[in-house]
């Protein structure tokens, strides 16, 4: 018997000691992992929902008269491929969907230089509200679709996907800066903002810098700038807004767990911010009955006053008692224990009012008695993604990094793998 | 005649119609209540996304936003008549290229109804001036001008049936009998030669 303690204790042992470094040791209750699963699975269910039948562009909200939005439609496409690969929808419907999609997206979708417009028509695909061709949007759509591609490999799908990929012009897009644009209008040509400062940059970096057609230097990596702040003893590389997003998007394609970035571990990263966020809400528990510990998130959303870019510190900080569940949500990969009992919260105490047939509602406010009636598209996707990472296997973080133009940026911008080096911290 | 016009003037009719309503409608649809509502609440969100996405340029007056959402708006007014002008166009296009083909084909058919008859009276008058009186008009089936043709041919078959008599006539041995009845047959007839 004792020998039998033993041999289990050291087997304990052995494998703890080989778990990434990272994840924090925390298994969710049968009922937590059950409730967990019915967010993801409801949250998917807004692009089989809010995506056009004939086109698949995806609405930017679920509001009456919302254009469709390309990052929405790129998450669509991972949203399809994950409910085939569940089981929630059929495969054939799932790469169906997909097809249709990146059909859309390859020969009709308004671009330029392969960027798409921020905001299409869902049956047109033409241009609407004088959006940019935007890099960032550009890259989540491509993002999905070539995370689509890893689940239907050698398919009409996957070709579909790298033309997509390959015809992007992500040279261009620099317009002989150190940088990426953010965007081109025909009218304006090249915006006068760029990608050289951390937030939600990293995946369309990587893209660029991977690209087998167009390829960006990695000085386009190595030189956006990484502040460092510091709130609460949490030292963060932090984003201009402090929006917990900015520490997600990112996240959900590419699992930073063991690179290493000049010191910096951004999964490590993204916990701290995170841990920062709610200490810094909390702080204002005392002013608003939305903030607790359990009821947390600050994040870009919708609000009383119309759609902000809600944060913490170290950043912009802006905060009115509005809360977006989806960023606890979607923090789960670097905060499991307090996500999902802010998940738990949310759930038992606001069902009614901001629970709907898509999962959580985008946000609330209690001192106003205001709550969300919409869903928005991205902050869907990037729920959906980061609750399969967690809940099956990190499958999209197995299959993203598996892309040779994820390994391209990794071999060509020195990104050690960490297991080689110390732990440091920002 | 009737054939080919009633279902021309019902085809522009409708096409006209339907042109007319159709613009309307995808006018009236984009400028109702409801689309204006949704269309300015899309205006100040895509103003707010651009505060969102570009802090640094924000500036938080609520009259600068509301100017702004302005200005997001009158662009999508733009966008939505440029949309429609162009649907128009295209719709107008197809239509009229219908209508042409249609209207091509109804002037041809009919201006073979009515030429290809004119070509048999001019036949038939070519052959009466060479003195051919057993000359008739044959009209086709669905041409015009049947009924003319027949009485035509009816009068040119008793004109023809006189001739052909005073002709026998003219063989008859005893003069002064044929020359009385040549007479009743041509009291029968009026001429410029009549008082």
Request: hydrophobic content about 40%; aromatic content about 14%.
């Amino acid at each position: 018997m004792l020998k039998r303690l033993t041999f289990f204790s050291l087997s304990l042992l052995l494998i703890l000691s080989f778990a990434p470094p990272y994840l924090p040791a925390f298994e969710p209750t049968p009922e937590d992992r059950e409730l967990l699963n019915k967010i993801e699975k409801d949250t998917c269910q807004y692009f089989t929902h809010y995506s056009d039948k004939i086109t698949g562009l995806t609405k930017d909200s679920s509001r009456a008269g919302s254009p469709t939005s390309v990052a929405a439609t790129g998450f669509a496409l991972a949203a399809y491929a994950i409910a085939g690969s569940r089981g929630w929808i059929s495969r054939d419907h799932a790469y169906s969907r997909i097809l249709t999609t990146l059909q859309m997206l390859r020969h009709k979708a308004a671009q330029q230089e392969g960027f798409f417009y921020h905001f299409l028509d869902s049956r047109t695909g033409k241009r609407v509200w004088g959006s940019e061709a935007s890099s960032i949007d550009t890259a989540l759509a491509v993002a999905g679709a070539l995370l689509a591609a890893q689940y239907y490999p050698g398919t009409e799908v996957d070709s579909l996907a790298r033309e997509i990929y390959e015809r992007v012009n992500w040279k261009w897009m620099m317009n002989g800066s150190d940088f990426l644009c953010m965007g081109w209008t025909p009218e304006s040509k090249f915006l006068p903002y760029y990608w050289d400062s951390y937030n939600e940059l990293m995946v369309l970096v990587a893209l660029a810098v991977g690209s087998p057609t167009f390829p960006v230097p990695p000085k386009a990596w190595e030189r956006w700038l990484r502040p460092v702040g510091d709130y609460n003893s949490h030292k963060v590389i932090y984003a201009s807004t402090g929006a917990l997003f900015t520490y997600q998007f990112s996240h959900a394609y590419i699992d930073f767990r063991e690179l290493d970035d000049q010191g910096i571990n951004f999964f490590e990263n993204s916990r701290e911010a995170t841990l920062a966020n709610r200490d810094y809400s909390m702080s204002f528990s005392g002013h608003y009955k939305s903030y607790s510990g359990s009821s947390w998130g600050l994040s870009s959303s919708v609000g009383p006053g119309g759609y902000k870019a809600y944060g913490g510190k170290p950043g912009g900080g802006i905060q009115d008692g509005t809360i977006a569940p989806y960023a606890a949500l979607s923090s789960i990969a670097f905060t499991p224990e307090l996500s999902t009992q802010a998940a738990r919260f949310f759930f038992d105490h606001y069902e009614k009012e901001l629970y709907g047939n898509f999962g959580f509602k985008d946000a609330f406010n209690l001192d106003k008695g205001w709550w969300a009636t919409e869903y928005l598209g991205i902050d869907q996707g990037i729920t959906l993604l980061m609750l399969e990472n967690y809940l099956n296997s990190e499958s999209v973080w197995k299959k993203f990094m598996a892309l040779p133009a994820i390994q391209k940026w990794i071999a060509l911008t020195g990104l050690n793998s960490r297991s080689a080096s110390a732990v440091r911290k920002p | 005649m009737l054939a080919v016009t009633v279902p021309l003037f019902l085809i522009n009719l409708v096409a006209i119609g339907g042109l007319y309503f159709g613009i309307w409608s995808k006018v009236l649809d984009a400028f109702s209540n409801e689309q204006t509502l949704n269309d300015l609440m899309t205006a100040s969100r895509m103003v707010e996304y651009d505060q969102a996405r570009h802090p640094a340029g924000t500036q938080d007056f609520s009259s600068l936003s509301f100017f702004r959402s302005t200005e997001k708006l009158g662009q999508r007014q733009r966008e939505v008549f440029k949309d429609i002008l162009n649907e128009t166009n295209r719709s107008l296009f197809w239509k009229f290229t219908l209508l042409l083909a249609l209207i091509a084909w109804g002037t041809i058919f009919i201006s073979h109804k009515i030429a290809g008859p004119f070509f048999r009276f001019s036949k038939a008058f070519n052959e009466l001036e060479k003195g051919d009186y057993r000359a008739r008009v044959f009209p086709r089936k669905l041409d015009e001008g049947i009924p003319v043709a027949e009485e035509f041919n009816e009068a040119l078959a008793k004109t023809d049936g006189l001739l052909s008599d005073l002709k026998a006539l003219t063989l008859e041995k005893d003069a002064s009998l044929a020359i009385a009845k040549i007479r009743e047959k041509l009291s029968q007839v009026k001429t410029s030669a009549d008082a």
